[in-house]
């Protein structure tokens, strides 16, 4: 059974920033790729953000240019600098990989209002 666990979600003003993390078991975290989705109220599931093992990263073009993915070898997570918020990211925050089949964290909520 694979673990995946979000943290970091929570209340900000548009324009602030949050910093996501998704903690990933050790063999997991070395050899897969880890995403990062999101669902709105009302809303599909969509994709913000892969990292490969190797580093590779892909964004959803919603968010280009204000958020960012990444690993720490270190701690073993995955994650998610996210600048400039707007009221529109407002979703649930679901860490994701697959590893012979689909894993989801259970969601780390993230409110951008004023």
């Known amino acids: 059974q694979v673990q995946l666990a979000e943290s970091g979600g929570g209340l900000v003003q548009p324009g602030g920033s949050l910093r996501l993390s998704c903690a990933a078991p050790?063999?997991?975290?070395?050899?897969?790729?880890i995403g990062w989705y999101r669902q709105a109220p009302g809303k599909q599931r969509e994709l913000v953000a892969t990292?490969?093992?190797?580093?590779?990263?892909n964004y959803a073009d919603s968010v280009k240019g204000r958020f960012t993915i990444s690993r720490d070898n270190a701690k073993k997570t995955v994650d998610l600098q996210m600048n400039s918020l707007k009221p529109e990211d407002t979703a649930v925050y679901y860490c994701?990989?697959?590893?012979?089949?689909?894993?989801w964290g259970k969601g780390t909520l993230v409110t951008v209002s004023s």
């Open positions: 994701y990989t697959n590893w012979g089949q689909d894993y």
């Open positions: 050790e063999i997991i975290f070395g050899i897969n790729t």
């Open positions: 990292i490969t093992r190797k580093g590779d990263t």
